[in-house]
């Protein structure tokens, strides 16, 4: 049935039944990408360890071995304590696999609404251009401008005063970071989309009949997508520091509660009897950061159909 | 031909580009890009739109098809306004009337297999669904001289003139009346282009397309074109039908220009006088005063600096704006006699 009009046409026939439509060609790209696929597998099974922390933990993460304990921490493999004790004689451990919970929610959940803003925000800016970018680039602006913490100190304050709290909960720690840190991500979005709207598939949509709404998202941003995920796998890493910053000066993820960067703040004053209490959740960090970032590498090269 | 009706009617139209300085975006100017404009292309022809880089028509056939915002006037398409159209109706209007775009290289989303490419205009429209969608796809890559299986590929596995022919694919895919072709082979090699041209001519034939043809190369408007429109400087200086205006040129620019056209003999080329003009073509954001020709014309003289020429008619659909015409009754002027625009 192979009508072809023009003599010498430039391709070879192919029999039909060859022929199959492939939707999956971004895991096909993914599988070849070795180092992402480490990544991926590794970050699989940081996430299952912290969802089954109750049941993998040796130990309640903020029960004290009074017992062993004797006011330092205990050293790894010390009176079962694999990894030993914290400054408190609790399971470290333990304490790891629980504040795993707690540093990669918030790592994602702060990250994922950082990127949901500000990619809609450099979105709309970088198409409509004119006033509306105008406006979302100066709005931009004024959110660079907030120092995050003396926020967290008056927001602190005002929930301590609205309510018996004397430290900000899970989700508000999320919403700030999340609310505060998508001005970079709005501004290279924008940039994309300053040069991508300009492109002659850009007007070819227009000119098929696409909504706005239907070219911004399916048309531009997968062009603009490999700088996101670069963006977002360092956010990650930038987050769960963050956060052990906030928590270190009292505003973050309240002890007892462990997540990893409390515990590497409080660390701090046995550094030179005690390292390994800094060690392992720095580790811990620095393994997910690496993760991540090989993730976000194959991620980006997979949606590219450019790669081979 | 002329018993056909007009599909399209393109009445005094204008698009101005504003160009703004300074730190307060002081409006200082414009850019007239197309200038005040009238054509009409009839049912299933073809008209070609030619000029020098710069002279508006691209930015003529973005108009016209709405792509960007007259600034003034109307583009009449089976019967409604182009531009005054709600966003639902035009959207729905775009089904009508496609475009074919210059460069095959950045015409086509590096993110989108082949078949979403062609795809998405039949689901956006709903034209197909589900498997319908494939198996229409597979027809149009056929149509086109491509094979079902380059449905799973990407655009940067294909040569130009692969990519040209995907383009036409998608402006097929909605089932257009009326195709604006952008210089729709001046990216591509000359034994691309034949080929290309020829299936843009078999279309024509088997779905009854009418064609707006913007191009600078004369050769390939002659050998497509039902009619030919000539603009310069945002304005249009000459409309006829193919033959009368290759025979027959009556503007001194449309003579110019088609002088430059090489013929394939050598006996013949080394004969060939060329009209050389002086100069570049004017600037848009300043044109001549009167006739934008005059500062290159050969046979310009005093009317020609201070008044605009309107179309008028000399022949049966030809029409052509020249005072040195219309003073010496609709003969043309005998620019190879002018020695100075001779070489």
Known sequence: MATTLVPGALTAPVPDDEFRLERHGVWKRFRKHRLALVGAVVIILIALVAIFAKFLAPADPNYIDQVNWQGTPLAPGVAHHVLGTDENGRDLLSRLMFGAQISLTVAFSAVLMELTIGTIVGAIAGYYGGWTDYALMRLTDVFLSIPLLPLLLVLTAIVAASSNKAALGFGVIVVIIGGTSWPAVARLVRASFLSLREKEFCEAARALGNRDGRIIFRHLLPNAVAPLIVQGTLEIANVIILESTLSFLGFGIQPPTASWGNMLANAESNMAIAPWVAIFPGLCILVTVLAINYLGDGLRDALDPNMK | ?343
């Open chain 2, 1 to 343: 031909m002329n018993g056909r009706p007009d599909i399209l009617e393109v009445r005094d139209l204008y698009k101005y580009f504003p160009i703004s300085a300074g730190v307060f975006s002081r409006h200082i100017g414009d850019v007239k890009a197309v200038d005040g404009i009238d054509f009409s292309i009839r049912q299933g022809e073809t008209l070609g739109l030619v000029g020098e880089s710069g002279s508006g028509k691209t930015t003529a056939g973005r108009v016209v098809l709405r792509l960007l915002p007259a600034t003034k006037g109307q583009v009449i398409f089976d019967g409604h306004d182009v531009h005054t159209l709600g966003p639902g109706d035009l959207r729905r209007l775009r089904r009508e009337m496609q475009i074919i775009f210059q460069d095959p290289y950045a015409s086509l989303n590096p993110r989108m297999s082949i078949g979403a490419i062609i795809g998405e205009p039949l689901r956006i429209h709903g034209l197909a669904r589900g498997k319908d969608v494939d198996a229409r796809v597979q027809d149009l890559l056929r149509r086109v001289g491509l094979q079902p299986y380059h449905a799973n590929r990407y655009p940067h596995e294909f040569s130009g003139g692969q990519r040209q022919r995907i383009g036409i694919a998608r402006a097929l895919a909605v089932d257009p009346k009326f195709i604006v072709a952008d210089e729709p082979v001046s990216a591509l090699d000359v034994s691309i282009q034949a080929q290309v041209i020829n299936l843009m001519q078999d279309l024509q034939a088997q779905f009854g397309l009418t064609y707006l043809f913007i191009a600078h190369d004369l050769s390939v408007v002659r050998h497509i074109s039902t009619r030919v429109a000539v603009m310069y400087v945002g304005k249009i200086v000459e409309i006829a039908d193919r033959d009368d205006l290759y025979d027959n040129p009556l503007h001194p620019y449309t003579q110019a220009l088609l002088s430059a056209i090489p013929i394939p003999d050598r006996a013949v080329e080394i004969r060939r006088k060329r009209i050389i003009l002086t100069g570049d073509i004017p600037s848009p954001v300043n044109p001549p005063s009167g006739c934008r020709f005059h500062t290159r014309c050969p046979v310009a003289f005093d009317r020609c600096k201070v008044e605009v020429p309107p179309l008028q008619t000399y022949a049966p659909g030809h029409v052509a704006a020249c005072h040195w015409v219309e003073e010496h009754g609709g003969n043309a002027p005998d620019l190879t006699a002018v020695p100075a625009a001779v070489a």
